[in-house]
């Protein structure tokens, strides 16, 4: 498989389409179980809030899949995706209510690389706030 985007049709500030990923406790425990990550300030309100955060948080790997996402989407190819790196900048507060959280992902290529490379700068934000900085994948497109 490889992307379906060709090179020659994209510009620099071509914007991905965005997409938004809910995210409950009901996903942070499938999440758990499926990564092996059973750390309690996924699950545990009670201790989450006593290790001084303010409620159950999401797994800093999971944001990071999820927001890669819109990429892997967009290109038709996860395997396009050749470099992919973040910098966790605040937590996903995952209340413990019908709704959970919201995280919200948008994308545009920044800069046309050589051999049929882009770099795709991810936004991804949650309640209002940044929850990943320095998010930035290189996509090798057809």
Do not use: C
């Not at 009670?46 to 899949?65: N, Q, S, W």
């Not at 966790?88 to 995280?103: C, E, H, R, S, Y």
């Not at 948008?106 to 998010?135: E, F, H, P």
């Amino acid at each position: 498989m490889t992307a379906k985007i060709a090179y020659d049709e994209v510009e620099v500030g071509t914007e991905l389409p965005a997409q938004s990923f809910p995210v409950t406790r009901a996903t942070l425990v499938r999440y758990a179980g499926a990564s092996g990550d059973f750390n309690p300030i996924h699950w545990n309100e009670k201790f989450a809030v006593e290790v001084g955060l303010p409620d159950v948080i999401a797994h800093g790997m999971f944001t990071m899949a999820e927001a890669i996402r819109v990429v892997t989407d967009w290109a038709g190819d996860p395997a396009a995706v050749v470099e992919y790196g973040v910098r966790f900048t605040k937590p996903v507060i995952v209340p413990n209510d019908d709704q959970g959280a919201l995280v919200e992902v948008s994308a545009k290529v920044a800069v046309k690389l050589d051999d049929k490379r882009v770099r795709v700068d991810i936004t991804a934000m949650s309640a209002g706030q940044k929850v990943l900085g320095m998010s930035r994948a290189v996509v090798e497109l057809a």
